[in-house]
């Protein structure tokens, strides 16, 4: 089992920048990938970006596309989330979760382990 913490959630204007942090603990971390997705009020939790195990390869959902950058750092047993030019829609509760596997991707059934979120709230 995997026990995440995450930190660096606030208030910020439209275009404005945040970056959150995920720290790991318990497995290997370099033996899974991880994710972050957020869930609105009222709305479905989804699938914002994903990094493989080795932080070579990551993957976005197209609403982030451009604006988000995800990155791990093995060493530290932490992986980030820069989040640029922000807008309103983005605010959600983010969380971080660590797949079960190797598997990084939207399907949120193949995260093992999450954490207890940290909000973002973007004004307009």
């Known amino acids: 089992q995997v026990q995440l913490v995450e930190s660096g959630g606030g208030l910020v204007q439209a275009g404005g920048s945040l970056r959150l942090s995920c720290a790991a603990s318990?497995?290997?971390?370099?033996?899974?990938?991880m994710g972050w997705f957020r869930q609105a009020p009222g709305k479905e939790r989804e699938f914002v970006a994903a990094v493989n195990w080795s932080g070579s390869t990551t993957y976005y959902a197209d609403s982030v596309k451009g604006r988000f950058t995800i990155s791990r750092d093995n060493a530290k047993n932490t992986v980030s989330l820069q989040m640029n030019s922000l807008k309103p829609e983005d605010t959600a509760l983010y969380y971080c979760?660590?797949?079960?596997?190797?598997?990084?991707?939207?399907?949120?059934?193949?995260?093992?382990?999450w954490g207890q979120g940290t909000q973002v709230t973007v004004s307009s």
């Open positions: 318990g497995r290997t971390f370099n033996n899974y990938a």
């Open positions: 979760a660590a797949s079960s596997a190797t598997y990084y991707g939207p399907r949120i059934n193949e995260y093992a382990s």
